[in-house]
Every structure is written in C-alpha cells, then in structure tokens.
C-alpha cells in the first residue's frame, strides 16, 4: 500500500478516465445516431421524410416502380393535351392526343419501332384494333430497313456523301430520306381516307396520325376527339388529394347539415 494521499491521485485519476470514456461513448452515440439518420435519409430519399398519407408526392421504397397499368399520362390510353396545335385554337380545346411509345425490343437503338399494343380508346374514336395493327406493321415494315446502318444503300449513301462532301445528303439524294417521305405520304393519305370516311357523320372528329417528324420518332401521336375522359375526385373527407382544403371542405359540410 502506498500513501494515501498516493490512493486518492489513483482514484482520481480512475474517475476523470472513466469520465472521458463516457465522454467519448456518448459522443460516439451521438455520431452513429446522426450517421444512422443521415444514411436512412439518403437511401429512402424524400418519401420516408413524408410520412402523411395524404401527400401526392410517392416516394415509398418500397413502392414498386409505374408499370403503366395505373391511370396517369403513363397509361397507354390516356388523353394527352395537343401539343400539335396552337392553344388558341378549337382543336386545342376539343381535340386530345393517344400517344403510342417506343418499342425498344425490336431493334433497340438501331431503327424508331413503335409497340402495337391497342389502346382501347381509339375503338370509339374509328380505329379498330386490326387497322390499328395494320398502321403499327406497316410503319415498323418501313422503318426498320430505312434506319438499318449496314443495308447496302445506306452504305453507299454514307460512301458518296463523304466522297461529295455531305452534298448528296444536301440534295435528298439518299434513300433513308426518300423512304421518309413516302412514308410522311402514307400517313398523308391515311388521314385523307379517315377524314372521308367520318366525315359524313355530323360533330365527328376523324382520327388523325400526326407526322413523325413533329415527335422526332420518339412516339406515334394519334389525334381523337376529346373523349372528355376525368379522373373522379376522392369522397373521402379532408383528403387534400380532393383539391380542396380541409376548411373549404368544412364549411361546406356544415352548410348542408
């Protein structure tokens, strides 16, 4: 045994040791809860900071990604405003656009081929399934060996506009560009045997293929009349999905009761 005042040097020393592990337990506590939080954070993203029910913005993980199948713009039938006409327009206000996406399983990045799965909605509209089928093969038939890189014309279009300098593209010389108009032609007189086949029925609006050039290939618009199609508005009280606040909605109870 040493002297005492040896023991209480000792003891105090324990205790300020002791003192600084709890120190750093704590500390180290604190910055596992905050790396903990912040990780959580940027993997759920902004959904799981939102945890109300009532919020229209869908950020649950464990949410499955649109498939397409829920009604939204990402639905094959579902009425896009027309961006091909002016806004001030009547056909902005009466007409609507079925937009046919990409199929990029057929040729992937090499040829524009569109997916013939039918919208249902083009049926009222005038276009049935087996023409609608008819419009989708005839413009993959032609699409798909206009765009291929390695068919024997487009070989030697690129041989001679390299050899011109480019200027047998400037002359629409090539076939890729030939093929396009007769098939912008196509379309031209598809419209013109809708529009005298619907025309004689009165308020009609014939259904319309709009030019490919307008959509850059990306998607096949069809032009319909507006089916006046509206997603109906949620009964559930106070749900701020119905568009109106939940005051608005009170007053409104209270004047019926």
């Known amino acids: 045994m040493g002297p005492p005042g040896a023991q209480d040097n000792n003891s105090d020393r324990d205790n300020d040791n002791t003192r600084d592990l709890d120190l750093e337990r704590g500390q ?51 009425p896009h405003l027309n961006p091909h006409v002016p806004v001030d327009s009547p056909e902005y206000v009466h007409t609507r ?45 032609e699409l798909i060996p206009t765009f291929r890189p390695y068919s024997w014309r487009n070989i030697v279009d690129g041989v001679l506009g390299l050899a011109t300098g480019w200027l047998w593209e400037d002359f629409g010389l090539t076939g890729i560009k030939s093929r396009l108009q007769n098939l912008e032609k196509w379309i031209e007189q598809w419209n013109l045997e809708m529009e005298k086949t619907m025309g004689h029925d009165e308020g009609a609006t014939p259904p319309k293929i709009m030019p490919l050039r307008r959509t850059g290939y990306i998607t096949l618009d069809i032009q319909i009349s507006d089916p006046e199609i509206a997603p109906a508005p949620p009964s559930i009280p106070g749900d701020s999905r119905s568009g109106h606040p939940p005051g608005e909605l009170a007053a409104a109870t209270a004047d019926t009761n």
């Open 28 to 78: 180290d506590g604190v910055t596992n809860d905050n790396n903990r939080h912040s990780t959580t954070s940027r993997r759920s993203g902004i959904g799981s900071a939102i945890s109300s029910s009532n919020s229209s913005i869908m950020g649950d993980p464990d949410q499955q990604a649109d498939t397409g199948e829920e009604w939204g713009p990402q639905h094959p039938c579902y």
């Open 97 to 141: 656009i079925i937009r046919i996406r990409r199929d990029w399983l057929l040729q992937g990045d090499l040829a524009p081929t569109f997916s013939n799965l039918y919208p249902e909605i083009l049926d009222p509209a005038g276009v049935t399934e087996q023409e609608f089928r008819r419009i989708i093969d005839k413009l993959n038939g």
